[in-house]
């Protein structure tokens, strides 16, 4: 064993780490480059992947070995660990700018890092050109204040601590966050335990996802930790942070280890809902002009998918009463072509937000299917405001949505609000060139239990009087993760089967693709195995549930996280069968 770790020890020399690293940052700001200019898929890019993963670990691993390794009393090893720690810190801060929107942010995050790494190795190995790499000096008088540098030390460690137990709690909340977030819909009464589920379930929507930021964030946090330690006074401590470490930047990498796994249960499920042979149903010259190529590769996450333009709309009311003013956004295809996917169907967007939060938008997923040719309404409908009653006023200020949606409202209320979008879709179909022969619905959390009810109401002809069923044609509906069940949770009454969609279901509603995270601790995956148990009760089984492995709620949210981008290759897919009514018993 002893000899092994010396061949380890050996082969780990800074100078060879330092020295592939030049190479691989430059091969990773290349490919990054090339991957932003060309925008379409390649093998290269799944193999740019793996070399952009390896590039990432070997920047902080190089840190790390420098706190190993360099002589810190020397002018020029201490200018390299100080530097390791502003590429740390640094670090940390780019995870968290790339799970903005803003391709400025993003390119900006991964170019940085990529080149501060480069900066980092190349100073690393011609510094040893001459030099054993305990012997990084030309100077053995250390610059500034050794005061100063205790407590800026003290601060990081701090700060470090507590990012770590924020890390240990996300860990925790991605592996079972369906366990300590879960609130039965039937639950009424605010109890300290449902309070600290609740808790659970709402920090599950920030942790329960993006697992690649987060196992970069959990191992740049440790290392740099651990460069405030001094290893040889407290080893024990050294050695017990470095494994908590590990530990969570290896439960946050599993999601993405599960991704073979997911695209099987994918492809499993949707064959089964919408039969063996739908892939022979596209056309080939679809699939290579339109849609994805593949399900996912690790360049996407970091530089983002590329969409092409649409045209967009905003804040057009349909609906006026008294204080109650409901605007909508639209995408549209830029230009009027018959031969793009969508056909100019309709989607309407349901924004989710616990029936009291929440706006509408023109985010990446509307333009992106706008850009395909549907037309995407994101609407507006009246929302819950007593759910902020409970809650300082400062919260609804800050969380609160516009005050021109707020309102006395239940789901019987929200639901008659969709349908009177529905009753002006109809009149003013020709003015946005919409084609009312293909609706489709989606939404999600909130918005997609509205879904589930607005889609299944529609189909049934049962609520006439409510939606415009009767010149709406719903080819099929897409729910994330939906609340069904869970309205009087929050205080809000309607109709039976409204509350509970499930009860609309019959043998030939409309099909239905959902998304839903195992670990999600606002919707127990339990609710949505109860909703196709209906489908299936009526022998109907075009309903297909998509797996987000270790996904907690909204894991859908990076549009460039691994977890939306495999939904999404199967969406696009499942729009157009519907579109061409290629879904059939």
């Known amino acids: 064993m002893k000899h092994i770790v010396e061949k380890l020890d050996d082969f780990l020399s800074i100078r060879r780490v330092s020295g592939l690293l030049i190479f691989l940052n430059i091969i990773s700001i290349v490919l990054g480059v090339l991957y932003v200019a060309i925008e379409e898929y390649y093998f290269i890019w ?79 190995y011609y510094s040893l050109h001459k030099k054993e790499e305990g012997d990084i000096s030309y100077s053995t008088n250390p610059r500034g204040s ?10 990081l460690g701090i700060c470090c601590f507590l990012l770590i137990l924020v890390g240990i709690y996300a860990s925790i909340n991605t592996l079972f966050g369906s366990l300590i977030g879960f609130t039965p819909p039937e639950t009424t009464e605010n109890s300290t335990i449902y309070l600290i589920r609740s808790f659970n379930g709402v920090a599950g929507i920030f942790m329960a996802r993006s ?14 930790l651990l460069k405030t330690f001094n290893r040889y006074k407290h080893p024990k401590r050294f050695k017990t942070v470095g ?18 796994y997911s695209v099987y249960s994918a492809e499993r499920n949707f064959s089964e809902a919408f039969g063996d042979d739908w892939r022979d149903d596209i056309p080939n010259d679809i699939e290579e002009e339109f849609f994805l190529k593949t399900y996912y590769t690790v360049p996407m996450y970091f530089l983002g998918v590329p969409t092409k ?65 549907y037309v995407v309404f994101s609407i507006q409908y009246g929302l819950y405001e007593d759910f902020w009653k409970q809650f300082p006023e400062e919260a609804e200020d800050a ?12 789901i019987d209320d929200m639901a008659e609000q969709i349908g009177i979008f529905t009753k002006y879709l109809v009149n003013n179909s020709e003015e946005y060139n919409a084609n009312l022969d293909s609706v489709f619905i989606a939404g999600e ?8 009810l607005t889609a299944l109401a529609i189909a049934s002809g049962e609520y006439n009087d409510i939606f415009a069923s009767d010149n709406l044609t719903i080819k099929g509906y897409v729910p994330f993760y939906p609340a069904n069940r869970k309205p009087k949770l929050y205080g809000l009454d309607g109709k039976e089967e409204f509350i509970d969609p499930a009860k609309l279901v019959e043998k030939d509603s409309p099909p239905c693709l959902i998304f839903m995270g195992t670990s999600d601790g606002m919707v127990h995956p339990s609710i949505i195995k109860d909703f196709k148990k209906a489908y299936e009760i009526e022998e109907n089984k075009h309903c297909a549930i998509l797996w987000a492995y270790l996904g907690g709620h909204a894991a859908d949210s990076d549009f460039n996280e691994h977890y939306n981008m495999i939904f999404l290759f199967y969406l696009e897919r499942f729009l157009y069968l519907c579109v061409n009514d290629k879904i059939v018993d």
Request: with cysteine.
């Open 211 to 224: 697992g690649i930021t987060w196992a970069f964030i959990s191992l740049s946090t440790t290392v740099l």
């Open 309 to 373: 333009d649409c045209k967009i709309l905003k804040d057009i009311k349909y609906h006026e009463d008294g204080d109650l003013k409901l605007y909508f956004d639209v995408c549209m295809p830029k230009e009027d072509d018959d031969d793009l996917p969508g056909k100019n169907s309709v989607i309407i967007s349901i924004h989710g937000g616990a029936w009291a939060m929440g706006d509408k938008g023109t985010g990446q997923w509307e333009r992106y299917f706008a850009a395909q040719g």
């Open 445 to 452: 959390s909130a918005g997609g239990q509205l879904t589930c």
């Open 46 to 124: 799944d193999v740019f992947g793996v070399i952009l993963l390896m590039t990432i670990f070997g920047n902080i691993l190089l840190v790390f070995l420098d706190t190993l390794r360099i002589n810190r009393k020397a002018s020029l090893g201490n200018l390299i660990n100080i530097l390791g720690y502003i590429y740390l810190v640094l670090l940390i801060l780019s995870w968290f700018y790339m799970i903005f929107i803003s391709k400025v942010i993003i390119y900006i995050s991964y170019f940085g890092m990529l080149g501060y790494g480069l900066v980092m190795a190349m100073l690393n």
């Open 399 to 410: 969380l609160g949505p516009p005050e021109n949606v707020q309102g006395d409202f239940d």
């Open 243 to 260: 494994v908590i470490g590990l530990v969570m930047t290896g439960i946050f990498l599993t999601p993405l280890i599960l991704v073979p």
């Open 146 to 155: 050794i005061q100063i540098r205790k407590v800026i030390r003290m601060i």
